[in-house]
């Protein structure tokens, strides 16, 4: 296949990534409507409601799940528009090499919110 | 040092000298939202660690969200996820062959900026209980 690979993309190429941001999409839209819902049907939530619902396998499952994909949804997105705007075009012949550290940045961050969320939801 | 042509083409995309259509408005607004929500989960993720950890934290969070400028920040945080998602859905649809032609981006673009407007509005009443 002759599409555009990149070191930098998240997945073997260009088309890869663009499945994986719709997965994603739909995912995540998911767990956000749910929770809204869950949180418009009960007004008067409780601590124990609240533990329980996180607490419970099958949200552990569902919220890895979710954070793990909003993570590639992220990554993919921000990559995308980092490779419109860092350019040499727009920045100057320092844009490579910025863009490059400002994804290494990115990146550092993405895996640290993996570990913290999937330490919140694993620990109760 | 900025190149302003390419293999001695001009290159000419200076925004400020084009007459954006609604659909690019759609486009940019989903981009900027989507950034946006970047930030948001960030924060997001801390209340939501904070509210599980004890009963006291949890009615800390809900006394923080309650308190008017913090309303006001959740409020700044899903007024874009409700545009991202409608945008995103629009995107979804696109993709499988639906509203592609000029027309249809039109309308489509018109579609996600009211269904988000009326989304809004409802999170609005909700956080401030009409
Ligand atoms: C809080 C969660 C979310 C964050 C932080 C987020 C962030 C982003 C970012 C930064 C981009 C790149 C923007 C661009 O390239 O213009 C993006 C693109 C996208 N987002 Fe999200 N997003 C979130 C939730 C969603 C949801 C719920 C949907 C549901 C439909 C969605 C659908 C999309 C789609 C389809 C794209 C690709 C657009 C394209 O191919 O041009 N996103 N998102």
Not at chain 1, 82 to 91: A, E, K, N, S
Not at chain 2, 3 to 11: D, H, L
Not at chain 2, 33 to 45: D, F, M, R, S, Y
Request: with cysteine; charged share 10%; aromatic share 12%.
């Amino acid at each position: 296949m002759g599409s555009v690979t990149s070191i930098a993309s998240l997945g073997r190429n260009g088309l890869y990534d663009w499945v994986v941001q719709r997965i994603s999409a739909v995912v995540i839209a998911a767990y956000f409507l749910f929770l809204v819902f869950f949180l418009v049907m009960n007004p008067g939530l409780t601590y124990e409601q609240w533990v329980a619902l996180f607490s419970s396998n099958w949200m552990q499952v569902f919220s890895t799940i979710s954070l793990l994909m909003l993570l590639a949804h992220v990554w993919i997105g921000v990559w995308g528009v980092l490779t419109d705007y860092m350019t040499p075009r727009l920045m100057g012949s320092k844009a490579n090499s910025m863009r490059l550290v400002v994804e290494l940045v990115v990146f550092a961050v993405v895996l640290i919110v993996a570990v913290v969320g999937l330490s919140i939801f694993w620990s109760l | 040092m900025k190149i302003s042509s390419v293999n001695g083409r001009p290159v000419n995309l200076d925004l400020n000298t084009i007459d954006l259509p609604i659909t690019a408005y759609a486009s940019i607004t989903h981009r900027i939202t989507g950034l946006v929500l970047c930030a948001a989960v960030l924060v997001l993720l801390w209340f939501l660690d904070k509210s599980l950890t004890s009963e006291a934290d949890f009615t800390e969070v809900q006394k923080i969200l309650s308190s008017m400028p913090i309303k006001a920040l959740m409020f700044l945080f899903l007024a874009p996820f409700w545009y991202h998602l409608i945008a995103g859905i629009r995107h979804l649809i696109m993709d499988m062959g639906v509203g592609e032609s000029l027309e249809g981006g039109r309308l489509g673009a018109k579609i996600v900026f009211i269904v988000s407007a009326v989304l809004i509005v409802f999170t609005g009443v909700w956080l401030w209980g009409a």
